[in-house]
């Protein structure tokens, strides 16, 4: 089965992609938990804050979903072909499973691939991996594959530390057990939203602009730190800042 490569890379970060060492050490804590849940709506930025810590050197598999990964064939092969890609050493025994168990179907074929996964996995990983899952929303109402995702989480080896960044919640049947045991790191809006420091620090780095205190307590009060919105407030206020001469990043 053909998978983009887009798909199972992390996406490209402008070289003007500005650094937050305050989410970067937040995110960076997913490597000390079973299941880190980054959940906020659109525009939160983060795709954008998970590339950055993958960049920092961090092992990382990607998996950027959309809707037709709802379906849970494609959902395991893009899964398989995501972590084969950083751990290029795994056998075929996941996919020759999957195969194999096309006759029987429902939940034994995809618990026997999940099964051969975390043996491949447990064989190879020698240092942590971070699994991220992007756009994860869209398996929220797919039973199946959250049956299976649950099941690699729950069996697989201690050094795999899966990352779902979602819209919506991902109900995994084993999540509220996972939270009693502090097994998970829940990273929201707030923060990922920008601070102050960090907004002084886009408009001087990025557009060239030196942020008096009483326009920086305007923006975040009228953007309330929301990524997507920093540059369109840039752009509607550019010749009040004299900023016309700079470009956003994108």
Same mark, same amino acid.
């Given at each position: 089965?053909?998978?983009?490569?887009?798909?199972? @890379?992390? &996406?490209?970060?402008?070289? +003007?992609?500005?650094?937050?060492?305050?989410? !970067?050490?937040?995110?960076?804590?997913? #490597?000390?938990?079973?299941?880190?849940?980054?959940?906020?709506?659109?525009?939160?930025?983060?795709? @954008?804050a998970?590339?950055l810590?993958?960049?920092?050197?961090? %092992?990382?598999?990607?998996?950027?979903?959309?809707?037709?990964?709802? $379906? &849970?064939?494609?959902?395991?092969?893009?899964?398989l072909?995501?972590?084969?890609?950083?751990?290029?050493?795994?056998?075929?025994? %996941?996919?020759?499973?999957?195969?194999?168990?096309?006759?029987a179907?429902?939940?034994a074929?995809?618990?026997?691939?999940?099964?051969?996964?975390?043996? $491949?996995?447990?064989?190879?990983?020698? !240092?942590? #991996?971070?699994?991220?899952?992007?756009?994860?929303?869209?398996?929220?109402?797919?039973?199946?594959?959250?049956?299976?995702?649950? +099941?690699?989480?729950?069996?697989?080896? /201690?050094h795999? /530390?899966?990352?779902?960044?979602? =819209? #919506?919640?991902?109900p995994?049947?084993?999540? &509220?057990?996972? =939270?009693?045991?502090g097994?998970?790191?829940?990273?929201?809006?707030?923060?990922?939203?920008?601070?102050?420091?960090?907004? @002084?620090?886009?408009?001087?780095? /990025?557009?060239?602009?030196?942020?008096?205190?009483?326009?920086?307590? +305007?923006?975040?009060?009228q @953007?309330?730190?929301?990524?997507?919105?920093? &540059? #369109?407030?840039?752009?509607?206020?550019?010749?009040?800042?004299?900023?016309?001469?700079? +470009?956003? %990043?994108?």
């Open positions: 089965m053909l998978i983009l490569r887009t798909k199972i @890379t992390p &996406p490209h970060l402008p070289q +003007r992609t500005l650094q937050r060492p305050r989410l !970067q050490g937040r995110l960076a804590e997913a #490597l000390e938990h079973r299941l880190a849940v980054v959940h906020a709506e659109a525009g939160y930025g983060k795709s @954008t998970l590339a810590l993958a960049a920092s050197g961090v %092992p990382t598999a990607w998996y950027h979903l959309d809707a037709e990964d709802a $379906e &849970p064939l494609l959902f395991m092969h893009g899964l072909a995501s972590l084969r890609l950083v751990l290029p050493g795994l056998s075929d025994a %996941p996919e020759v499973t999957l195969e194999a168990g096309s006759a179907g429902g939940e074929r995809w618990a026997a691939t999940v099964d051969a996964l975390v043996n $491949e996995l447990d064989a190879h990983l020698s !240092q942590p #991996l971070l699994l991220v899952l992007d756009d994860a929303h869209h398996i929220a109402r797919a039973p199946q594959i959250l049956e299976a995702l649950n +099941r690699l989480l729950e069996r697989g080896p /201690h795999l /530390h899966t990352v779902l960044a979602t =819209r #919506l919640p991902v995994l049947p084993s999540l &509220p057990a996972w =939270r009693l045991r097994e998970v790191l829940e990273i929201d809006r707030s923060d990922l939203a920008f601070t102050r420091a960090e907004m @002084t620090a886009l408009f001087a780095e /990025h557009y060239g602009i030196a942020l008096s205190e009483e326009q920086v307590a +305007r923006l975040a009060e @953007t309330e730190g929301w990524a997507i919105a920093l &540059p #369109l407030m840039w752009q509607s206020t550019s010749r009040e800042l004299g900023a016309g001469r700079s +470009r956003p %990043p994108c």
